[in-house]
Every structure is written in structure tokens, then in C-alpha cells.
């Protein structure tokens, strides 16, 4: 079992760039593949990246690809997203998440999850 606590989140103005972090109990991080999902008011939660065990390999959503990057420290434990030029329709409630695999992007794939980290970025 996992325990995963987001940081990191605020508000930001269009452009700028924002860095979440993830923080993992346990030390059984690295076996885990890991994800980032997000959730605006009055829509579903959606994919936004995924990353392999050993961060080798890493997956993204259309709509954050070239801009999002999503990274692991497994020596420290820690989950990264840095988030570049962002843009209002970013703001949501993000989410960092463990599973046994990165490849798939269904929240239901994902087993553990964290309370998430509220990101606002305003026009």
C-alpha cells in the first residue's frame, strides 16, 4: 500500500508554470507506475500524463503534450509534473495516482490516490 500526498498547486496566470509534487509513503515507490489525472467543476476526471516504474517511459494527454512534463525520483519517493505556458482550461483539481501500469488511461487502472492539489490559472 501507498499513501500519496499532492503540493504544489496555486494560482498562476496564463503562460506561466507551475511544478506539483507527489510525495510517497512506503518503500515500495518504485514499483509502482504512476499517473497524473485531473478534474475540473462539472466534468469527469480526466488523463493527463502517466510514467513508467523506472521513469524511463512516460505518456501524455493531447491536450498537455509539448507543454507538461511528468517526472520520478524514486530515491526521494517523489512525483513531479512540471506544467509550462498554461492556459485557464488547465485549472482543475490534479491528481497524482499509483497503479501497475502507465500504459492505460483510465482512472479505474490506478489504485491509489491522493487528495489532490488545487491549480488555478487565471486570463
Known amino acids: 500500500q501507498v499513501q500519496l500526498v499532492e503540493s504544489g498547486g496555486g494560482l498562476v496566470q496564463a503562460g506561466g508554470s507551475l511544478r506539483l509534487s507527489c510525495a510517497a509513503s512506503g518503500r515500495t515507490f518504485s514499483s509502482y507506475a504512476m499517473g497524473w489525472f485531473r478534474q475540473a467543476p462539472g466534468k469527469e476526471r480526466e488523463f493527463v500524463a502517466a510514467?513508467?516504474?523506472?521513469?524511463?517511459?512516460?505518456r501524455y494527454a493531447d491536450s498537455v503534450k509539448g507543454r507538461f512534463t511528468c517526472s520520478r525520483d524514486n530515491t526521494k519517493n517523489t512525483l513531479y509534473l512540471q506544467m509550462n505556458s498554461l492556459k485557464p482550461e488547465d485549472t482543475a483539481v490534479y491528481y497524482c495516482?499509483?497503479?501497475?501500469?502507465?500504459?492505460?488511461?483510465?482512472?479505474?487502472?490506478?489504485?491509489?490516490w491522493g487528495q489532490g492539489t488545487q491549480v488555478t490559472v487565471s486570463s
Open positions: 495516482a499509483a497503479g501497475s501500469t502507465w500504459i492505460l488511461s483510465s482512472a479505474a487502472a490506478f489504485t491509489y
Open positions: 510514467i513508467s516504474w523506472s521513469g524511463t517511459s512516460t
